[in-house]
C-alpha cells in the first residue's frame, strides 16, 4: 500500500492520483536574496511539513496537509486556501 | 526470516579522541572515499569518520551499482568519466576485489524526439572521448536477445543508444574497501556515532557535538546524502536539497539472460542482471520528500509492468527482495561539492540517485580541496554557491535514476 493522502474533497486516495506541491514556503518576494531562497532553499527538515498537493486525477484542485516526514504521518489535514 | 535473525556486524567501538584535523561525518562512499584520499594523497591521517549507523547503511548500501559516463553536459562528462576510469583501476589500488565488471548499457528509445536527444548525447560524449554511439533494433539484439523490441505491444523499441563502458562495482565492497584502506592508513571510524551539532564561531566551523561527547576539527565535512539538509541546519544552513526515496527489487537468480543495462527513459525503468544471477529493476523516485524508508507493493505492482514490457521472461521469476533508499536531490540533479559558507565546513552532498559512480572522483576532489584550499577543475562546476551565481549544471535525463 502506497501513501494515502486525505484530500479535502475527496477522502483519502492513493498519492499517485495527485501532483505533489512541495513544502509550503513564504510567498512574499522584496527583494533577491529572498527569491533566491525562495526558489532554490528548502528545510527539507524531518518531522511536520506543511506541504501541498494537486488532486490530478480527482477533483482537480490544490490544498494544503501536514505531513510528518519521518514518518509519513498524514498530522493535520484542515484544507487552506 | 533469516534477516531478522541475523545480528549486525559493528566495526569495535574504540575512544575518540578530543580532536582531529578533519572530522567526516557518515559512513557512506563519499566520506570513505574523502577519508582514504585525505590520507592516502595529503598525508593527513588524523581523521575520524563518525557514522550514526554502520558503514554502508545509507544509499551506499542500497544502490544499484551503475557506473557510466554517457552523461549529456560537457561540465558532467569529465567528471563521470575520470570517475569511471578510477572505478576500473580502484580493486588494485585498495587491494580489495570490488568485482567490477565492465557490461556496456543499452538506452532504449521510443520516439523520433528521444532518437535525436540520444544522437546528440552521442555526438556530444563522442566528441569527449567517451563512447557512446546508436544502435539499431537489430543490433540491440546482438547486444541483447531477450529484450522485447515491441515494448510489451505499448512502447515500441526504434533504436538505442549504447555505451559499452557502463559497468558495476560490488556496493558493499567500495564502503569497505575504502574504509579499510582509510583504516590501515589510520584514519578512525566511529560506528554507531551520531552528530547532533555543528560547534562554529565567528562564521567558522571549529567541531562536531556527537552523541559520545564533542570533537573539535580543523575541518569537517558533511557527506550524509539524504540527511543533509538535517546536518546543515546544525550549521545554520539551508541547502537547495529535497530528500527523495529510491527503490529497487529483485528476483530470485536465473541463469545468465541479460548483460549490462538496460533503461528505458520514456518508461522510467531500468534492469540488469546481478552477479548472483538476480534480476533487478528500478525505477523513478517518489514524487514527495521523506526520511521513510519504507518500501511499498505499489512500487512493486508498477515497476514490474514496466519491466515485463521489455523482458517478458521475467514474469517466470519470483521476486526476492525489494528496499529503499534516500537520495539527497538538487535542482539541477548535479552533486554539490565545495567549502561552504560556513568556512571550514564543507559539504559532499546532492548525491542524488547518481552518488555511487562519482564516489572516486568526488572523494578524490574534495580530499585536494580539503587539504589544499585548491579546487580541481573537474569538481569547479559543482561548486555550492552556484545557484546564488545562477551557473546551474542541470543533467536530469542523464543523471536518470541509477
Ligand atoms: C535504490 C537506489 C539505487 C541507486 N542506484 C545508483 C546507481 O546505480 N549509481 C549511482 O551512481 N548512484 C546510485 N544511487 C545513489 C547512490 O547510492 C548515492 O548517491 C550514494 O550512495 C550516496 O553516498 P553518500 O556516501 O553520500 O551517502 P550515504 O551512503 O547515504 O551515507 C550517508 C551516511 O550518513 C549517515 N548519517 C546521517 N546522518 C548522520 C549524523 N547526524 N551523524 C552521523 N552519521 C549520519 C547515514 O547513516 C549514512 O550511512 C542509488 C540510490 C538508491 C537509493
Ligand atoms: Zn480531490
Not at chain 2, 266 to 274: C, E, G, P, R, V
Request: charged share 20%; net charge negative; aromatic share 8%.
Amino acid at each position: 500500500m502506497g501513501l494515502r493522502i486525505p484530500c479535502p474533497h475527496c477522502g483519502l486516495r492513493e498519492y499517485s492520483e495527485f501532483g505533489f506541491g512541495g513544502e509550503v514556503r513564504e510567498l512574499e518576494s522584496p527583494d533577491l536574496e529572498r527569491d533566491f531562497e525562495r526558489v532554490y532553499l528548502n528545510d527539507n527538515a524531518p518531522g511536520p511539513q506543511l506541504e501541498r498537493w494537486f488532486h490530478a486525477y480527482g477533483c482537480r484542485r490544490w490544498f494544503t496537509i501536514t505531513r510528518d516526514t519521518v514518518t509519513n504521518q498524514i498530522v493535520d489535514s484542515t484544507e487552506s486556501a | 526470516m533469516t534477516g531478522l535473525l541475523r545480528g549486525r556486524n559493528f566495526l569495535p567501538l574504540r575512544d575518540m579522541k578530543p580532536s582531529y584535523d578533519v572530522v567526516i561525518i557518515g559512513g557512506g562512499v563519499q566520506g570513505l572515499s574523502t577519508a582514504y584520499y585525505l590520507a592516502a594523497h595529503h598525508g593527513i591521517k588524523n581523521i575520524a569518520v563518525l557514522e550514526r549507523a554502520y558503514i554502508g547503511a545509507g544509499a551506499s548500501g542500497r544502490n544499484t551499482q551503475v557506473v557510466r559516463s554517457n552523461y549529456n553536459t560537457p561540465e558532467t562528462i569529465p567528471f563521470y568519466k575520470e570517475s569511471l576510469q578510477m572505478y576500473s583501476t580502484l580493486a588494485q589500488e585498495l587491494d580489495f576485489n570490488l568485482m567490477f565488471s565492465n557490461q556496456g548499457e543499452i538506452d532504449l528509445v521510443h520516439t523520433d524526439d528521444s532518437w535525436r536527444v540520444e544522437n546528440d548525447k552521442c555526438l556530444l560524449n563522442q566528441r569527449m572521448g567517451v563512447n557512446t554511439r546508436m544502435l539499431t533494433p537489430s543490433e540491440i539484439l546482438e547486444v541483447c536477445p531477450h529484450i522485447d523490441l515491441s515494448g510489451g505491444g505499448k512502447l515500441p523499441v526504434i533504436g538505442a543508444s549504447y555505451h559499452p563502458p557502463c559497468s558495476f562495482v560490488r556496493h558493499d565492497s567500495v564502503v569497505w574497501g575504502y574504509a579499510s584502506a582509510a583504516a590501515r592508513l589510520g584514519v578512525h571510524i566511529h560506528e554507531q556515532t551520531r552528530v547532533t551539532g555543528i560547534e562554529t564561531d565567528g562564521g567558522t566551523c571549529r567541531g562536531v557535538v556527537t552523541d559520545r561527547g564533542p570533537i573539535a576539527a580543523g575541518a569537517v565535512l558533511s557527506a550524509v546524502a539524504g540527511w543533509s539538509s538535517e546536518v546543515a541546519a546544525m550549521a545554520g544552513l539551508k541547502l537547495p536539497i529535497v530528500t527523495h526515496p529510491l527503490q529497487a527489487f529483485v528476483t530470485e537468480p536465473v541463469k545468465p539472460v541479460i548483460s549490462g543495462l538496460v533503461c528505458s527513459f520514456d518508461a522510467m525503468l531500468y534492469i540488469s542482471q546481478t552477479q548472483r544471477g538476480e534480476l533487478l529493476a528500478g525505477a523513478e523516485i517518489l514524487p514527495y520528500n521523506t526520511y521513510s524508508s519504507r518500501s511499498g507493493f505499489d512500487f512493486i505492482a508498477e515497476c514490474a509492468a514496466r519491466a515485463l514490457m521489455f523482458l517478458p521472461l521475467m514474469g517466470k521469476a519470483r521476486l526476492m527482495r525489494q528496499w529503499t533508499g534516500l537520495c539527497d536531490m538538487t535542482p539541477d540533479s548535479s552533486p554539490i561539492l565545495g567549502e561552504s559558507e560556513v568556512e571550514r565546513f564543507f559539504l559532499s552532498a546532492g548525491m542524488g540517485t547518481w552518488g555511487f559512480k562519482t564516489a572516486p572522483v568526488a572523494g578524490r576532489s574534495m580530499a585536494e580541496h580539503i587539504a589544499t584550499g585548491k579546487v580541481p577543475t573537474v569538481m569547479k562546476p559543482f561548486l555550492p554557491g552556484r545557484f546564488r551565481s545562477d551557473r546551474m549544471v542541470p543533467d536530469a535525463a542523464s543523471a536518470g535514476t541509477h
